[in-house]
């Protein structure tokens, strides 16, 4: 398996971000850094992660979380933390930096209209202070995590 794999996003005009099929559920999936899975894969799985491109599977129902062209697979089971993307469960975590579940926000919506914890996670990102890229699964911001 080689760059023949590798496809061009079809959405994504300005960043033109490679993708990589899923081979467990065929999803086109984006690139993510190796540092990712060196801080979140089980020891000792994660002292022999081979150098090569990583790509993360979103979709909710796959148990991969992180595949590369060779074939290097790491599942759920293989993950230190739940992902949040891989769950329906409201007590989920959704933010990986500072702690925060899927219910606590929509709580917080119900009594007062507004998520104190979203607006928390919006300022800390505009200060820079987030470490999404070692501390969530998929090395993204949490905010398209948080309910509506
Ligand atoms: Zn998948």
């Not at 099929?21 to 022999?48: A, D, W």
């Not at 709580?107 to 470490?131: D, P």
């Amino acid at each position: 398996m080689g760059d023949c794999c590798l496809e061009k996003a079809e959405d994504s005009r300005q960043e033109k971000l490679p993708v990589l099929e899923c081979r467990q559920c065929q999803g086109l999936m984006k690139p993510i850094h190796r540092n990712v899975l060196i801080h979140q894969v089980t020891s000792p799985l994660n002292q022999s992660i081979p150098v090569e491109t990583f790509f993360f599977c979103s979709e909710i129902s796959c148990p991969v979380v992180y595949f590369s062209p060779s074939g290097f697979v790491v599942e759920t089971s293989d993950m230190r933390y739940a992902v949040s993307e891989k769950s329906a469960c409201e007590e989920r975590t959704i933010c990986y930096c500072y702690g925060i579940t899927y219910s606590q926000v929509v709580n917080e919506i119900a009594k007062k209209g507004r998520s104190a914890s979203k607006a928390f996670v919006i300022e800390q990102t505009q200060l820079k202070n987030c470490a999404c890229d070692v501390r969530n699964p998929s090395g993204r911001c949490c905010l398209k995590e948080f309910p509506k």
